[in-house]
């Protein structure tokens, strides 16, 4: 079945970076993009950036630019997001999540709504 | 960026009710591009709508999304056991943003 897996929880200092993982299985990687999105306690849900998994293309939310870089690896079928100069406010639930894709009659129309969630990867901050 | 309200926070309904769920956007969402989600504790969120109205796959029918411009609605219409959980609303007609959530909880 369609699902996407991630790496496990992670403990980290202050100023340390953390790199997580999501991999996909059940359908085509390349052919959708993949966000990454987080929930920090008593926060909302935030997306942090996305990945076109097929060229490569990402595009960062302005509040994590030049602190988070998605990569991702098509043999692998799977995505990665790492975050540097961590902070405690960086602790929360990390999510992947992939985006809808619409059978339209002749194209696919993307919608950045997320039908298929990772399972979530806990990473706290602290000294 | 659009914030979205979601209010109250909490509704408290029994089974087999009808629940009626507030989105509102401090700008109007382009093209309808509004999602809902359910989260239930240690989940992650489940997508039930996309584009204001559409049900993702497999999801029942007692849920209806409707809304355009700046006022959205999630409809359920007879509240299953399975159904108590927080609610949220995305908008992604522009960079994409999450509502603060609604918890449907049991009267």
């Known amino acids: 079945q369609v699902q996407l897996v991630q790496s496990g929880a992670e403990v980290k200092k202050p100023g340390a970076s953390v790199k997580v993982s999501c991999k996909a299985s059940g359908y085509t990687f390349s052919s959708y993009v993949m966000y990454w999105v987080r929930q920090a306690p008593g926060q909302r849900l935030e997306w942090m950036g996305w990945?076109?998994?097929?060229?490569?293309?990402?595009k960062y939310s302005q509040k994590f630019q030049g602190r988070v870089t998605i990569t991702r690896d098509t043999s692998a079928s799977t995505a990665y997001m790492e975050l540097s100069s961590l902070r405690s406010e960086d602790t929360a639930v990390y999510y992947c999540?992939?985006?809808?894709?619409?059978?339209?009659?002749?194209?696919?129309?993307?919608?950045?709504?997320?039908?298929?969630w990772g399972q979530g990867t806990m990473v706290t901050v602290s000294s | 960026e659009i914030v979205l309200t979601q209010s109250p926070g909490t509704l408290s309904f029994s089974p087999g009710e009808r629940a009626t769920l507030s989105c509102r956007a401090s700008?109007?969402?382009?093209?309808?591009?509004l999602a809902w989600y359910q989260q239930k504790p240690g989940q992650a969120p489940r997508l039930l709508i996309y584009?204001?109205?559409s049900r993702a796959t497999g999801i029942p029918n007692r849920f209806s999304g409707s809304g355009s411009g700046t006022d959205f609605t999630l409809t359920i219409s007879r509240l299953e056991p399975e159904d108590f959980a927080v609610y949220y609303c995305?908008?992604?007609?522009?960079?994409?943003?999450f509502g603060g959530g609604t918890k449907v909880e049991i009267k």
């Open positions: 700008q109007s969402v382009s093209s309808s591009f």
């Open positions: 999540a992939r985006t809808v894709r619409v059978y339209s009659g002749s194209y696919f129309e993307r919608h950045d709504a997320f039908d298929i």
């Open positions: 584009g204001a109205s």
């Open positions: 995305q908008q992604y007609g522009s960079s994409p943003s």
């Open positions: 990945i076109n998994a097929g060229n490569g293309n990402t």
